[in-house]
């Protein structure tokens, strides 16, 4: 992504996990670790809504970590329905940030295997969680702990063909979650990337 962007190898259960890291200049804040879009349907950790989220995050003092899921690139294993997933994101978690302020975010698949990592973190609840194009229509998406909806940024394109909005609506609406819809956007952001950006952003600076 840029002159500092590092190759790690992390261990997870079903193997070596391969990721990047991205470390912002000047402040520190803490570090997030971001989770891609649906292995099978071609994503990675460069696919562009996540490298999109890492430049804010760097951008506003946070190092940023991208990974691919198992059986991606040079991640050992093979897909699991997001619960293995779900496994690589917390190995991931555990071993980047052990201490510290972290943060979670996630585009579409991704977002869903967020949230279930959210229960596994226990007590140690992210600073900021960003979840984006939300998979409620596909997956069985947990619910946001109640006290993390201020810390929390649900964005959804309003003419998302992928995961309609009505799914992540009837997600949403029993926990009061909010939600920001973004007018004439669509799944992928297509054009709008820079708009993303400047709504994580205003999100990580509040």
């Not at 590092?6 to 193997?15: E, K």
């Not at 293995?84 to 295997?113: K, Y």
């Not at 007590?123 to 194009?133: C, S």
């Not at 992540?168 to 920001?180: E, G």
């Amino acid at each position: 992504m840029n002159l500092h962007t590092q190759a790690l190898q992390l261990q997870g259960s079903a193997g070596a996990i391969e990721a990047l890291l991205d470390e912002p200049q000047g402040a520190f804040v803490g570090t997030a670790v971001i989770a891609h879009p649906h292995p099978l349907f071609g994503g990675t950790m460069h696919n562009k809504v996540v490298q999109t989220l890492a430049r804010a995050f760097v951008q506003c003092g946070w190092r940023a970590v991208r990974f691919n899921f198992r059986g991606v690139g040079a991640s050992e294993g093979i897909h699991d329905a997001g619960h293995g997933e779900a496994q690589d994101m917390l190995h991931v978690v555990q071993q980047v940030a052990p201490e510290g302020s972290v943060a979670l975010a996630g585009f579409s698949f991704g977002a869903f295997v967020t949230t279930h990592v959210l229960a596994a973190l226990g007590e140690r609840m992210p600073q900021k969680l960003v979840l984006v194009g939300t998979a409620a229509s596909r997956f069985d998406v947990a619910p946001v702990p109640a006290s993390l909806h201020e810390h929390a940024l649900v964005l959804h394109g309003e003419q998302d063909d992928t995961v309609p909005l009505s799914s992540v609506m009837d997600w949403a609406r029993p926990q009061h979650l909010p939600v920001t819809v973004i007018p004439g956007v669509e799944h992928f952001f297509h054009g709008q990337l820079p708009l993303l950006k400047t709504l994580v952003v205003r999100h990580l600076n509040a």
